[in-house]
Every structure is written in structure tokens, then in C-alpha cells.
């Protein structure tokens, strides 16, 4: 082999490093699409959900805080009266409380299935947990509306739709994805860590409680707000539930209504372009920027939380 | 393996692609959307039609009046179904929709079965679903809360039962549900409860209310001594052509209307008594 | 109370609380199928829907669902995988990742009814394909994007560096590493992000009402020329699926047998949902094995 030889293989671009800029290529062709369909779908939305503003002249301060949903209607004034206060109310509190209570189940069947029996978690648990998401909300809707809604009625009084029952909906609907998702959170605490610490002659419970769930913070974190997200975006089974009664809610019981139902129930009913198309697809912005201020305050959290 | 699936997802695609870019199908059909209490209905007519023509096929879509009356007004589809006049409806030019009434359809009030009252004033039941009224004895019923489920706002049975029952009163915020469906299982299964259907969804796990001593039935309808009924109308933009043309005469059809418009519950059109005009000015068919 | 105890304790209430999700979840299924498979019969299985009439079937519905899973998993797989590797290996640190990755994750909790939306008046209106299977896949892709890129980066993430840099020391490039070690390594995550992504796609109903669309003109199974009107396989049919099916039957149906139907659809959806469970569960491990020399997942 001549030197010249010797010098073109060496300057040449190698088949690897072809193979590395291919490699790039392809997967920041994936993101990109990935990225131009959120983008589009941002764009979207907002430009129909901004439209109410711009276009119809709705105030976006009576919109946040008036609690009159009508859209077909005006008030004294000649404003159409779109306020989504009760929606918005009733969103964060089926969302809050399901997520209050799924946290702690989710986090308990999560340490079960890595910490106590993994056996049993990954041949029971983990497969009856896949199969839950498969589900389709309209079925959890009425098994809740069959089951859930009679029980709350005979226990708590009331109509029994209202937001006692979308939360226990909810609660089992996001159960699976908070709970698989803490599993993966737990696994990934490096083994040396649960192994340092039963060295130091912890307890099994002193190294969970002191050691692995301190480690997994984030993840857990992750894995609820991911949960809070679904729920907020839940439509089918809460409409089915919860009554759908524009109005503040008072109390658990009584029916109330979500941003996703008002949507869903809304959109056949109107035609594109007109103020109640509109002030449905603010809702839809609205559902979309939510889950961003959830991110936020609970990253927040976390943060001060993973100091001590 | 991995240059099988290479293969087979090339296949796909580009089936994907040749289909995407309009290359010519084999077969003919059109499109119907909206309206999804008129949806069974145009779904059997649509069937059968099939069976007679074979290669041409009719696509029937629900999603609502309003999604059906803007698709129509966009071009975007052949057919589209309401329950409500496009003028009734804000955001629509009517101007160059061409309506085809293909059915009459009732609405009844119906209330839970423990509910012992059979008859109502118009003006008792008005004052039920405005809140003025909201318990049961006052009715004469037992001492049990009245639970008004409403139907979703701009939807089409809730405005016929507003337009001849509220007559311009507003109704209260109250429990919305946006299907049918979803009002029968919960009337039946809440005590108390009073809501309103179309005639072809109501069976024995509930009970319609008689209006001053009107009963519900077709025959009534057919002669507007029972008030509380709309037309079903199928829009097209401007003058119906080819197939759509033909499935819209098919769909009017002796035997259609008796055999699958009657038997589904909803009134054929040829055997209304009277007719009644957008501003409901009513006429008698000679 | 010492340490000890404290441990039987929370050992205890840890079981408790796992039994207690078994039971619902068991009872959640059992309900399910308890009330369902009594009015499943073979002819219910493969017989054609009827619009008005007690005893229609859901053949057409459960094909469309199957094709439909096919399509969306063949769009939004490769898609997210290579999307996945790009943030977790290739992405570099900095605001505009994190602003990608938190753009992603809010998509993925955006109400379905607003991606059927999106969809049909996008794949639907815009490109001309009409309610269609094509339209109804594109919009599950969107639907499903988000999740299944989410779950493939940090299945990449949670593998250990040194394996990479026992890739790298081998004179592996980064991508060689990444296709070669990284991905066969992190492949029982990537399974179980599949997985759930076609539980959501095969009960997913709001995005599909406006997209594939609620009507199953008949087909005709003798013709599998994917441009014939109704072939099975034509992309360009509306079709609804069996989830739709049951969204419809109890909204606006009017045939008489509407619980029994319905109950029935529920179950085989949930039986279906379980046969891919297994499948891919079984597929993904024969996989690994093949790829990582590891025998069975420990």
C-alpha cells in the first residue's frame, strides 16, 4: 500500500462515522417531527382559542372569572357571557383530589412491587396494571355510572354526580400509568444504594422510607404529574359522572363540571367559526397551558422538597 | 428479519402514498355528517342502498348538527345532516344549503318510573326546568327533589324542547348531558329525575308525561296536537347531483320511509297531517 | 416502637395497600367480563353490526380496530424510537431540549377530543383524506407520540453509562453503540411503552369519531386490493373501530340489545387488550434474547 494510499483511507470519512452522521440524521429527523407536529397542534389551538379574545372582543379577565357558561346568550351589556370559572374550579378539583389519592396507593403498590415481592409484582401486578390501561374511558365511565355513582348517592345523600364520583373515577383511571410509572422510578435507584444501606444495618422500611424513595424524588414527582395531566385532560368517563351543571361547586356532591366535558360535549353541537366554536377551543388553550403551570409549581416543589 | 420489515413497511407506504395522492379508487360513494339522532336512520338507509346498488356506497358520520351544518356550508362533504333548521343555527349562510326534510320526529318529557304523576300543565313543565318548581309534591308527587338533566346546549332536541316548551323563558343551570343515551340510563336510574327524549329512544326503563292530557304518540304528532316536534333534515349545497341526487330520492322513498323510517320510531314524512314552517306557522296537507 | 417493628408495619400496610388494588383491579375486570362474555357467541365475533335491529355483531368493528393498531404503531413507532435515541444520546443539554421534552410531555395530556379535532380538520379536511383509516391513524399517531417517545428516552436513559462506554471502547461510533448495546439493552422498557401505547390506541374512541370516522360500510373480504372501495385494506374507508362502537351504542343507538352489545364489545376489547399484553411481552422477549445473549429477563 503507497502512501497515497494510506493518506486518502485515513482522510476519508470511515463507514462509522458515515454511519454516525446517518445515525444523527435520522433520529433529529424524528424529533423534528415530533416538534413540528406539537408546534402545529400549539398553533392550533391557540389560534381558535385566541380568537374569542381578538376576534370576539371577550375580556380574558371575564373569561377566567365570570361563572355564566353561555355562549349563545349576552348579558345587559352585549357581551356574551363565556365564563369559565366553574369548569376551571371543577377541573382542578377532580384532578387535585384524584391525584391525592392515587399518590399514596400508587407509591405503596409501586415499593411492593420493586422492594417487597418482585416476583409477584412483575407476574401479577404489572400485567393486570398494563392490561387497565387498555381500558376505554367510555367503559370506566359506566361502570362508574353503574357502580360508583349508586354507591356515593346511598352513602353521601345527593343526586350522587358531582365530584366525589368523577375522583374516584379518576382515581382508578390514573392509578395504572402513576403506579408503573413510581416502578420505573424505583428500579432506576442504583442497587448499591439499597445495598450501602442494609450494610448500615437498616431495615427494610428504614432503607425504602430513608433511602430509596428520598433517591427517586424526581421520577416520583414525574410520574404524578404525568397522572394529574391525564386526569386533567380526561374527558369521556368524568362527563359521565360528574353531572355537567355549569355552576360553582359547592360541595362534593353536588353536580359540577369539568373543562374537558363542557368541550366535548360542546364541539358537534356548534359550528366552526362562530363565538361558542370559539370559546370552546379557549378551553382547549386553556387545557393545554394547565398542565405547563402543573410542571411547573410541582418541579418547584420537588426542588425545595429533595434539599432536607 | 430486518429486511423483511424494511420491505413491508416500503409496501405500506407507499400504498399509503399511491392512495393518498387520489389515484383513482374503483367504486363510487359520498359522504353524510352531523346530526347523530338521524344517523341510524341514514346508516340503515344507507345499507340497504348498498344492497341494491352494489359499488356505490354511502359513508355516514355523526358528530352533530353543528359539525354536519359546517361541513355542508364548507363543501367538504355531500350530505349534511340536522335536526334544526341551518337558519336557527348562528354561523351558517343558508342561503345556498337545499333542505330535504326526511323524517319527523317527537320529543316527550320523561321522568323516572317511581314518579307517580301521569300528566302535566305546558306551564307546570315549563316551571320545572326553569327552577321554579323543584319538588314533586308540589305536583302532587311524593316529597322527593325534582333533578333536571338537560341536554347539551345548541343541541337539537334540547331547542325544539326549549322552542315549544320554555317559549323564550330560560332554563335553569342544571345537570347536561349530550346523548341520549346517557339521559335514559340516568332518568332511570335517579330518583326524582325528569328530562326530555325523542320518541324512538324511549322503552320501559322509563315514562313519558302526558301535556294536558296530550298523549305522546306519532298520531298526535301528525296532527300537532302534540306540540314538541322538529323536522330532520338532510342538507345538501345547492341542487343535489349524481349519487347524492340518487341516494336523497332513494331515502324518500315509499319503501324506505315505511320500512326503516316507521320502523325505527320516527315519523315518515308522508304521513304528516300538517306541515309547519321555520317560524312555526302550521298548515294543513291537503 | 424500634426500627423492627416499625418494619413489620409498613411491610404490612404495603401489602395491604397492594392487595387492595388487586381487588379493584380485579373487580374492574371481573365486571368487565362477568357482565360481557355471557353474550359473546361466534357469530356475535365475526357478524356485521345492524344500525337498528337486536343481534348485530362486530366482525367489521374488530378488524378495523387491528388494522387500525397496525397502521398507528407501524407511523408512530419507528418515529418515536429514533425521536427517543435523538433526546437521550444526541440532544445536548440545554434550554431548547428541556423545552422540547416539556413541549412533549404536556402534549401527551391533551384531551383526546381536541387531537380528533386537530386531526379532522388537518389529515381529514386539509389533506383530503376524508374519515378514513389513514386520517384515524395519523391522528393516534399524534395521540401516541408523546407517550411513546417519553417512554423510549427513559428507557434509553436508565441504561448504565459504562455500557456505553464499554460500546465506545470496543471502537463502536455513537450510533453503532447506540443501535447495538443500547437499544437491545433498554428493549424490555421500549416493550412495555408499546404496550400500553396500543392499550390507549385500541380504546381510544374521541379521537377516532372524527377522524376513521363512526360508519363500517360492509366489506368485502374476498377482495384484498388495498384501492378497491371495499377492500378490507383500503386506507382511504371510513372504519370505525370497536371502541367507537361502543361510544355510539350508547349515545345515540337505538338498537334494542345496546347493554348487551355493548357489555360484549367491552369484554373482547379488554381479552384483545390482553392477547397483545402477551404477545408482545413474548415477542419482546424473544427479542432480547436474541439481541443481548441474556437467555430470559431476570
Same mark, same amino acid.
Given at each position: ?12 470519512? =470511515? ?5 454516525? /452522521?446517518?445515525?444523527?440524521?435520522? =433520529? *433529529?429527523l ?66 387535585? &383530589? ?25 407476574? #401479577? &401486578?404489572?400485567?393486570?396494571?398494563? /392490561? ?8 370506566y *365511565?359506566f ?21 366525589l =364520583? ?17 416502578v ?26 430513608? #433511602? #430509596? ?15 394529574? =395531566? ?10 359521565? #359522572?360528574?353531572?355537567?351543571?355549569? &355552576? ?34 379557549s ?26 | ?27 363510487e ?66 342561503k345556498?344549503?337545499?333542505?330535504? %326534510? ?70 335553569m ?10 339521559? %335514559? ?21 322509563? %315514562? ?37 341526487a ?5 331515502i ?23 306541515? %309547519? ?10 | ?53 337486536? $343481534?348485530?355483531? @362486530? ?5 378495523n ?10 407511523? +408512530?413507532?419507528?418515529l ?10 444526541y ?33 381529514s379536511?386539509?389533506?383530503?383524506? $376524508?374519515?378514513?383509516?389513514?386520517? $384515524?391513524?395519523?391522528?393516534?399517531t ?10 423510549? !428516552?427513559?428507557s434509553?436513559?436508565? @441504561? ?15 450510533? !453503532?453503540?447506540?443501535?447495538h ?58 372504519? !370505525? ?9 350508547? +349515545?345515540? $343507538? ?45
Amino acid at each position: 500500500m503507497n502512501n497515497d494510499e494510506i493518506r486518502a483511507s485515513l482522510l476519508k470519512r =470511515s463507514r462509522a462515522s458515515k454511519n454516525e /452522521l446517518f445515525g444523527k440524521i435520522i =433520529s *433529529g429527523l424524528c424529533i423534528a417531527i415530533i416538534v413540528a407536529v406539537v408546534v402545529s397542534i400549539f398553533y392550533f389551538v391557540a389560534s381558535k382559542g385566541l380568537a374569542t379574545f381578538f376576534h370576539d372582543k371577550v375580556n380574558l379577565w371575564k373569561f377566567l372569572t365570570g361563572t355564566i357558561w353561555n355562549p349563545s346568550t349576552t348579558d345587559a351589556q352585549g357581551h356574551p357571557q363565556v365564563g369559565a370559572l366553574p369548569m376551571i374550579i371543577g377541573s382542578f378539583a377532580v384532578t387535585f &383530589l384524584a391525584a391525592i389519592v392515587a399518590t399514596p396507593f400508587a407509591i405503596g403498590a409501586a415499593v411492593f412491587m420493586t422492594e417487597i415481592s418482585p416476583r409477584i409484582g412483575r407476574k #401479577v &401486578l404489572q400485567p393486570v396494571i398494563e /392490561l387497565l390501561v387498555g381500558i376505554p374511558s367510555v367503559v370506566y *365511565g359506566f361502570i362508574g355510572l353503574s357502580v360508583v355513582v349508586p354507591f356515593v348517592r346511598h352513602t353521601f345523600g345527593g343526586s350522587g354526580f358531582g365530584i366525589l =364520583s368523577g375522583t374516584f373515577v379518576l382515581f382508578v383511571m390514573i392509578l395504572p400509568t402513576v403506579t408503573s410509572m413510581t416502578v420505573d422510578a424505583l428500579n432506576s435507584v442504583p442497587r448499591n444504594y439499597r445495598e450501602a444501606s442494609l450494610a448500615l444495618g437498616a431495615t427494610r422500611w428504614q432503607t425504602i422510607y430513608k #433511602v #430509596v424513595l428520598r433517591a427517586s424524588v424526581s421520577g416520583i414527582i414525574t410520574a404524578v404529574v404525568f397522572g394529574m =395531566s391525564r386526569a386533567f385532560g380526561e374527558a369521556l368517563a368524568v362527563q359521565m #359522572v360528574i353531572g355537567n351543571a355549569m &355552576l360553582l361547586p359547592s360541595n362534593l356532591i353536588s353536580p359540577a363540571s369539568t373543562l374537558t366535558s363542557v368541550l366535548t360535549m360542546g364541539m358537534g353541537n356548534s359550528v366552526m367559526g362562530s363565538l361558542s366554536n370559539n370559546a370552546l377551543w379557549s378551553l382547549a388553550l386553556l387545557l393545554l397551558i394547565m398542565p405547563l403551570i402543573f410542571n411547573i409549581i410541582i418541579r418547584w416543589i420537588g426542588k425545595r422538597g429533595a434539599m432536607h | 428479519m430486518k429486511k423483511k420489515l424494511i420491505t413491508l413497511l416500503g409496501l405500506t407506504s407507499l400504498m399509503i402514498i399511491l392512495s393518498g395522492c387520489g389515484l383513482k379508487q374503483s367504486g363510487e360513494s359520498i359522504t353524510a355528517v352531523g346530526s347523530s339522532a338521524l344517523q341510524p336512520l341514514v346508516e340503515a338507509a344507507g345499507d340497504r342502498f348498498t344492497e341494491e346498488y352494489p359499488g356505490k356506497f354511502i359513508n355516514v358520520q355523526g358528530g352533530g348538527s353543528g359539525t354536519g351544518l359546517s361541513q355542508i356550508q364548507a363543501g367538504s362533504v355531500e350530505i349534511g345532516n340536522s335536526d334544526l333548521y341551518a337558519e336557527q343555527k348562528s354561523g351558517i349562510n343558508a342561503k345556498h344549503l337545499v333542505d330535504h %326534510r326526511v323524517a319527523v320526529v317527537g320529543v316527550a318529557p320523561v321522568v323516572n318510573k317511581k314518579i307517580p304523576i301521569k300528566n302535566l300543565t305546558l306551564s307546570q313543565l315549563a316551571q320545572i326546568f326553569s327552577g321554579d318548581i323543584t319538588n314533586w309534591q308540589k305536583l302532587g308527587g311524593p316529597d322527593q327533589k325534582i333533578v333536571v338533566i338537560n341536554r347539551a346546549q345548541g343541541s337539537g332536541t334540547r331547542d325544539t324542547f326549549e322552542r315549544w316548551v320554555m317559549k323564550g323563558r330560560s332554563t335553569m343551570q342544571a345537570q347536561e348531558q349530550d346523548s341520549t343515551g346517557m339521559v %335514559r340510563q340516568i332518568v332511570a336510574s335517579t330518583p326524582g329525575a325528569i328530562s326530555y327524549m325523542a320518541f324512538p329512544y324511549v322503552d320501559q326503563t322509563l %315514562r313519558t308525561l302526558n301535556i294536558d292530557g296530550v298523549t305522546p304518540t306519532d298520531k298526535n304528532v301528525q296532527t300537532n296536537k302534540w306540540q314538541i316536534w322538529s323536522y330532520e333534515h338532510m342538507y345538501t349545497n345547492g341542487k343535489p347531483e349524481g349519487l347524492t341526487a340518487q341516494f336523497m330520492k332513494y331515502i324518500l322513498s315509499d319503501t324506505i320511509q315505511d320500512e326503516i323510517v316507521g320502523e325505527m320510531g320516527y315519523i315518515p314524512i308522508k304521513d304528516m297531517k300538517v306541515s %309547519r314552517t321555520l317560524t312555526g306557522k302550521v298548515a294543513a296537507i291537503k | 416502637m424500634n426500627a423492627r417493628k416499625w418494619d413489620k408495619v409498613a411491610t404490612t400496610i404495603l401489602y395491604l395497600i397492594s392487595i387492595f388494588i388487586i381487588f379493584v383491579l380485579a373487580f374492574l375486570l371481573l365486571y368487565i367480563l362477568v357482565s360481557g362474555l355471557p353474550n359473546v357467541s361466534w357469530h356475535f365475533i365475526t357478524g356485521r353490526s345492524s344500525s337498528f335491529q337486536a $343481534g348485530g355483531g @362486530i366482525g367489521i368493528q374488530l378488524f378495523n380496530s387491528i388494522y387500525l393498531l397496525v397502521l398507528a404503531m407501524l407511523i +408512530s413507532v419507528p418515529l418515536s424510537v429514533g425521536a427517543g435515541i435523538y433526546l437521550s444520546e444526541y440532544a445536548p443539554k440545554n434550554w431548547l431540549t428541556n423545552l422540547v421534552r416539556n413541549a412533549i410531555e404536556i402534549l401527551s395530556s391533551l384531551p383526546s377530543v381536541v387531537v380528533g379535532l386537530f386531526g379532522f380538520l388537518v389529515f381529514s379536511i386539509n389533506m383530503k383524506f $376524508g374519515f378514513s383509516i389513514l386520517s $384515524g391513524a395519523l391522528a393516534l399517531t399524534v395521540f401516541n407520540l408523546p407517550l411513546l417517545t417519553r417512554k423510549v !428516552e427513559d428507557s434509553l436513559q436508565s @441504561i448504565h453509562y459504562t455500557q456505553r462506554e464499554a460500546g465506545y471502547a470496543l471502537g463502536l461510533s455513537r450510533w !453503532e453503540t447506540v443501535i447495538h448495546v443500547v437499544v437491545p439493552a433498554a428493549l424490555p422498557g421500549i416493550i412495555t411503552g408499546m404496550i400500553l401505547g396500543m392499550g390507549r390506541i385500541f380504546g381510544e374512541a374521541a379521537a377516532l369519531i372524527y377522524t376513521a370516522g363512526q360508519s363500517s360500510p360492509p366489506l368485502d373480504f374476498s377482495n384484498w386490493n388495498p384501492l378497491y372501495i371495499a377492500s378490507p385494506l383500503n386506507p382511504l374507508r371510513s372504519a !370505525e373501530t370497536l371502541a367507537v362502537h361502543i361510544w355510539k351504542i350508547n +349515545s345515540e $343507538g337505538i338498537i334494542p340489545d345496546a347493554t348487551k352489545v355493548s357489555a360484549a364489545s367491552s369484554a373482547i376489547l379488554v381479552l384483545f387488550v390482553l392477547l397483545l399484553n402477551f404477545a408482545a411481552r413474548y415477542v419482546g422477549n424473544r427479542l432480547y434474547g436474541r439481541l443481548t445473549g441474556v437467555k430470559e429477563r431476570k
